[in-house]
């Protein structure tokens, strides 16, 4: 896990590794889901992500031509920026996915129909502010073992959390992407919509 | 979820895509796993999904060439294999990713630390001959709600299945990915080596 507390001018070079290969994940369950729901609103996250991602990809350049001093130096860190390159064409690939929803064609139902087919789906949602959970910690909700939902990411305003702990609070305000059967997915919403108090 | 029971030159096009799709979250998963732990047998599974996406993007470009007759068809089957190809260059990524261990490179500490950082691991077990699980379906289990680990991915072969449904019956040599937390996944592996019958 990872809060996205700083601006990645701030971070150092594995605080951003661990970021660009949250997002990365993230990303791609994001760019399906896009497709999925034919969710102009996921979609532009997958757009905002994505220029995160080259924001992180540029500042972990700079960090690593910084910190190459000595050949040894060099050889170990071109790997680094070898597996940042990767992490950042997935998430690009990611992007031209979603693409498809961003650029108001009507999808293709092969392509809806293919993605219908899997036990588990990610979903978004804003919390409303008469919801239960407020003030109430991931681990106090126990939503995985409840209702089979997972959070796999905040985002509050502008930053991210990919993966909160157990001691993560809710707040009001918070965007929550998520991931459950169908069937959790229909009572965490009435959850966080606050049509639903117990579960 | 969606079993390769067909061999690709078999399959149709959403069978295909179903198929593409699956394994590019898979692969992702696999590939950090393979820096995670170092293991050139995690990297191998991600070499042979590659292989193996690359002959579905093949058989899904060869079916869409046959379906297109008129304009309209070719212009929506377009979109297909655009995202078609997207999916394929997810998973020529993430084998980028996991060829640093194929290499026998030192990795770089930077690289795993990083991804270390995540309350949930991705883990690859062979069952034994003894596990309690064979003969056991899924749902009997109780795997998710018991002990926190998800199977991703089951190999029996060179046949793979995504997403195993509820009804799946462990059996003798099935290869299993699962996704856990630390905890879980030391409880999960006692009971697939059969050094534990409850759980």
């Known amino acids: 896990m990872s809060a996205m507390d700083k601006?990645?001018?701030?971070?150092?070079?594995?605080e951003i590794l661990v970021e660009m290969k949250n997002i990365s994940e993230l990303i791609v369950d994001l760019a399906y889901s896009s497709i999925l729901?034919?969710?102009?609103?996921?979609?532009?996250?997958?757009?905002?992500?994505?220029?995160?991602?080259?924001?992180?990809?540029?500042?972990?350049?700079?960090r690593a031509?910084?910190?190459s001093r000595t050949r040894d130096d060099a050889e170990q860190i071109s790997e680094i920026l070898n597996v940042a390159s990767a992490i950042n064409n997935i998430s690009d690939h990611a992007q031209n996915i979603?693409?498809?929803?961003?650029?108001?064609l009507d999808i293709h139902s092969v392509i809806s129909e293919?993605?219908?087919?899997?036990?588990?789906?990610?979903?978004?949602?804003?919390?409303?502010d008469l919801s239960q959970l407020i003030g109430m910690s991931l681990r106090e909700t126990q939503l995985a073992s409840r209702i089979g939902v997972t959070i796999i990411a905040v985002r509050k305003g502008n930053r991210w959390i990919y993966n909160p702990r157990k001691q993560y609070v809710f707040q009001k305000e918070d965007l929550l992407i998520a991931r459950g059967t169908e069937e959790?997915?229909?009572?965490?919403?009435?959850?966080?919509k606050g049509r639903r108090s117990k579960w």
């Open 98 to 104: 979603s693409e498809i929803v961003s650029r108001d």
């Open 114 to 128: 293919s993605l219908k087919h899997t036990d588990e789906k990610i979903f978004r949602i804003q919390l409303d």
């Open 37 to 62: 729901f034919d969710s102009e609103a996921i979609a532009d996250e997958v757009s905002g992500l994505e220029d995160t991602m080259d924001e992180l990809n540029y500042q972990l350049t700079i």
């Open 7 to 14: 601006r990645p001018e701030y971070m150092n070079l594995k």
């Open 65 to 67: 031509l910084l910190a």
């Open 184 to 192: 959790g997915n229909l009572i965490f919403k009435e959850i966080a």
